[in-house]
């Protein structure tokens, strides 16, 4: 059973930082590559950032300059670090992982989510 788990969000003020961290635990054979997505209320989902197992990186537009995404590929642990964190940013943090588990076909999984609260 491959699970993804969240920790780091939280209540910060506008022009704080915060960082969000994703553990993908179970059995896995290969990461392609991870990613943290963001869902407002009343919005979809949306991509925030994503690195490869190669260490390249995409961030949203919205986001570039102030957030950087990195990995652990020994942890099997993604992060996400916030800054010049702005009201906008308020939304519900969720990882994403693209892996190969045991006995499987590469698949998408999804954390539970994690909420980051910018107040002005």
């Known amino acids: 059973q491959v699970q993804l788990v969240e920790s780091g969000g939280g209540l910060v003020q506008a022009g704080g930082s915060l960082r969000l961290s994703c553990a993908a635990s179970?059995?896995?054979?290969?990461?392609?590559?991870m990613g943290w997505y963001r869902q407002a209320p009343g919005k979809q989902r949306e991509l925030v950032a994503v690195i490869t197992s190669g260490g390249s990186t995409n961030y949203a537009d919205s986001v570039k300059g102030r957030f950087t995404i990195s990995s652990d590929t020994a942890k099997r642990t993604v992060y996400l670090q916030m800054s010049s964190l702005k009201p906008e940013d308020t939304a519900v943090y969720y990882c994403?992982?693209?892996?190969?588990?045991?006995?499987?076909?590469?698949?998408?999984?999804w954390g539970q989510g994690t909420q980051v609260t910018v107040s002005s």
């Open positions: 179970g059995r896995i054979i290969r990461i392609n590559a």
């Open positions: 994403n992982a693209d892996l190969v588990p045991f006995l499987s076909g590469t698949r998408s999984y």
